[in-house]
């Protein structure tokens, strides 16, 4: 089985096709709100680098222009409480339920796609992948690994594994991919039916951890409609075991599950080699490898013209005002407006002549979006639409600033001997699957628990010392690492007291006690507790470290001598009163902080504009307000494509 999907709940959008279209389509989303176009394409913008700036996915906004909506499948009891009963919204002759996901991905020629449908109108019951049909060893794998000996209940957003259970007698236990296309007489078969078979499978799957992967399958193998399956999904899965079975998904569901990878450009070669009918792929996203999604689309659709701007470029909104600022933590408030204090700072010192105000802005309320900005596929810093005061009219401008995290992995000087070492990194929400940190830029406060991540070459075994140094020079923690030659990453959460001592930390990694390189991250002190301003006392408490600065049982003074990790008097000093400090003092303590780990490398106004040389977001190739064709969805062509 896949696992189960994290993340905020999505809503799935039917749309009526064209009714001059023999064989309607009713189209539902299981993992994200997506936009699908029917028949010109069958899932054409799912993991499609065309996603809407506007935000990461659709907002509920959005989703009024749609004739029906249908909510995310969780797992449990809700996949008979959704899926089924989607029928009923569109009562024709005959209809289909497909469900694709945002990480799903059209690979085929639409007309192929469409071919294919319509030359298995009735006989379709389903297509998909099914395990347990091969053979009695495959389905006793296959309900093992699923879990379906096991009782779950869903629960306050888990999912519990209450004990085991058995197995109905007399019955053929399937199941395989949960990306399924059902025809109408099916689907009434299991939405109408009072027979016993599907009475207690919808009880029996009331309290199954991954229903959608084997609740139809099992009802549909031992129904009248047997004879209807076919066995090919029309799609290619990137699984890689070794890399998506890290029981990632613990903090959600009593279960270790697997899930398939994000396919890379090294991947292309896969979508040419196809022996069966393929007409979908996944995993896809963006913030990976956009490169892949690219290269495809040209395969598929040819290359765009040249100069055609934003082709390398990729925006993806994190906030939007209408989200509202009760969406956000505290650390990412604070920093988001620290940020938007540095672009000022920017326009202030590069844009206006001396003696003249028409570029000095005072900031006002709260930020008004957030984006995230890569570029080939590197992540390139945080676009903050925000809005201030020009000083010289007295008049409200929004402006959007670009911020970039500095560089600040370092190989030590004079360089080790020891060369084995590629990178080290300092965050949170580490995706051991993806080999990356999805809190992109490292945001962290005092109350934040860090992971320390090293990417190694091969070469021999070998044991490496990792040393944590909070700002005023306090170590930390230490443990030592055995890297083995095969080892590509590794990461480490150290049991930190917290709160941590705001500033910027560093990561140390010796190899037989000789410095081989370091990295230093920043712990944010916090001007905003619960999305108010911070109170002296709650900030005095956050911004002074843990108790007599020991953040483990062990101490391990005795290492700073050894380390030439001198404990300032002064530097500790200095620290008690910033962690005293409330109001404008804190935020020029944090803004001090910010600047010497992040740039302000651009600022751009999003209309008009009292600095007379300040640039136009909208002509400014990094804005998030710059032209993106790539990402537009227009009207449907007569030959029934987008492009």
């Not at 209450?162 to 109408?184: H, T």
């Not at 320390?452 to 091969?458: H, N």
Request: hydrophobic share 35%.
């Amino acid at each position: 089985g896949e696992g189960v999907p994290g993340g905020r709940n999505g809503h799935g959008k039917v749309l009526r096709p064209p009714s001059s279209h023999p064989h309607p389509i009713l189209w539902g989303n299981t993992e994200g709100a997506t936009l699908s176009q029917f028949p010109s394409r069958l899932v054409r913008n799912l993991g499609s680098p065309r996603r809407r700036k506007e935000s990461g996915a659709l907002k509920e906004r959005e989703l009024d222009q749609y004739d029906y909506c249908a909510p995310q499948i969780v797992p449990g009891r809700s996949i008979r409480e959704t899926r089924p009963e989607d029928s009923r919204a569109h009562p024709t002759s005959a209809v289909s339920l497909v469900f694709p996901g945002k990480a799903n991905k059209n690979v085929q020629w639409d007309e192929d796609s469409v071919e294919y449908m319509l030359a298995n109108p009735v006989r379709i019951a389903f297509v998909l992948v099914v395990h347990g049909r091969a053979s009695r060893q495959l389905q006793r794998i296959f309900i093992r690994k699923q879990g379906l000996d096991r009782l779950f209940l869903e629960c306050d957003a888990h999912m519990w594994r209450l004990g085991d259970r058995r197995i109905p007698e007399g019955i053929a236990v399937d199941g395989g991919s949960d990306w399924f296309l059902l025809n109408r007489k099916f689907v009434e078969y299991v939405t109408f039916s009072t027979d016993d078979l599907v009475t207690k499978m919808k009880q029996f799957y009331s309290y199954t951890l991954l229903p959608a992967e084997s609740f139809f399958h099992t009802v549909l193998e031992n129904s009248p409609h047997c004879d209807t399956m076919v066995d090919n999904n029309l799609r290619i899965t990137n699984w890689n075991r070794k890399l998506g079975c890290k029981c990632q998904y613990k903090h959600i569901v009593d279960w270790c599950g697997c899930s398939p990878n994000d396919f890379k450009p090294q991947d292309f070669h896969r979508f040419q080699q196809t022996a069966r009918p393929t007409f979908f792929a996944r995993k896809f996203e963006a913030v990976v490898s956009q490169e892949i999604i690219g290269q495809l689309d040209y395969y598929l659709y040819g290359n765009y013209p040249a100069g055609t701007p934003g082709l390398r470029s990729y925006w993806e909104n994190i906030y939007d005002e209408p989200d509202g600022i009760h969406s956000l933590s505290d650390v990412a408030l604070s920093l988001y407006h620290s940020f938007s204090r540095l672009g000022l700072r920017r326009a202030e010192a590069s844009l206006h002549a001396p003696g003249e105000s028409s570029c000095r802005y005072y900031p006002m309320g709260h930020p008004a979006s957030v984006h995230l900005y890569f570029l080939a596929d590197r992540f390139q810093g945080f676009l903050i639409k925000h809005h201030a005061t020009n000083l010289a009219v007295s008049k409200l401008e929004t402006l959007e600033t670009w911020v970039m995290p500095k560089k600040v992995f370092k190989i030590a000087s004079p360089p080790s001997d020891f060369g084995r070492l590629q990178f080290s990194e300092v965050g949170t929400d580490w995706d051991a699957k993806e080999r990356l940190f999805r809190n992109f830029g490292g945001l962290l406060g005092p109350m934040d628990e860090p992971v320390g991540m090293q990417k190694w070459g091969k070469g021999p075994n070998v044991t490496v010392t990792v040393i944590w140094v909070d700002p005023v020079n306090i170590i930390a923690a230490t443990y030592d690492i055995l890297i083995e030659s095969t080892a590509e990453f590794t990461h480490y959460k150290p049991p930190l007291n917290l709160p941590l001592r705001p500033g910027v930390w560093t990561v140390k990694i010796l190899h037989h006690w000789v410095p081989v390189a370091e990295t230093k991250f920043l712990v944010a002190p916090l001007t905003f507790s619960n999305r108010q301003p911070i109170k002296p006392e709650e900030a005095l408490r956050l911004h002074n470290g843990p108790l007599r600065s020991a953040y483990m049982e062990q101490s391990f003074q005795s290492l700073n001598p050894v380390l030439s990790l001198p404990i300032n008097p002064a530097q500790v000093e200095q620290a008690r009163r910033n962690a005293a400090s409330a109001g404008a003092t804190l935020e020029r303590w944090l803004d001090s902080l910010v600047g010497g780990m992040w740039t302000a490398m651009d600022i751009c106004a999003t209309g008009p504009s009292a600095c007379p040389v300040m640039q136009t977001c909208s002509q400014t190739a990094w804005s998030s307000f710059s032209p993106d064709p790539k990402s537009e969805l227009g009207a449907v062509k007569p030959d029934g494509r987008l492009r």
